[in-house]
């Protein structure tokens, strides 16, 4: 069982900078793919952004591509999603997810574990 808790959220002007982070314990944390998932208010939970088990492949969403990147550090068992350029349609709760599975890696009923989800609020 994998418990994963996100932090680093909040509200910030459009242009501007966040990151966030999720800590993981429970589990073997190098062997899981890591995923950032978003969902604004009445849409569906949507991919941002994943990593592989070892760091070395990234992959995101064309609306955040550029933009956005994804880090982890298997040592300390954390994963961190740096958003530039933020813009108000970034704007949704963020949730970091957890995959022993490549394949459908973007797809979210792939992963197994998730975090509770934090706000991240983008003003104009």
């Known amino acids: 069982q994998v418990q994963l808790v996100e932090s680093g959220g909040g509200s910030v002007e459009a242009g501007g900078s966040l990151r966030l982070s999720c800590a993981a314990s429970g589990g073997t944390f190098s062997s899981y793919h890591l995923g950032w998932f978003r969902q604004a208010p009445g849409k569906e939970r949507e991919f941002v952004g994943t990593i592989t088990s070892s760091g070395d492949i990234t992959r995101f969403s064309d609306s955040v591509k550029g933009r956005f990147t994804i880090s982890r550090d298997n040592a300390k068992n954390t994963v961190s999603l740096q958003m530039n350029s933020l813009k108000p349609e970034d704007t949704a709760v963020y949730y970091c997810?957890?995959?022993?599975?490549?394949?459908?890696?973007?797809?979210?009923?792939?992963?197994?574990?998730w975090g509770q989800g934090i706000q991240v609020t983008v003003s104009t």
């Open positions: 997810a957890a995959t022993l599975f490549y394949s459908g890696i973007i797809d979210r009923g792939r992963y197994q574990y």
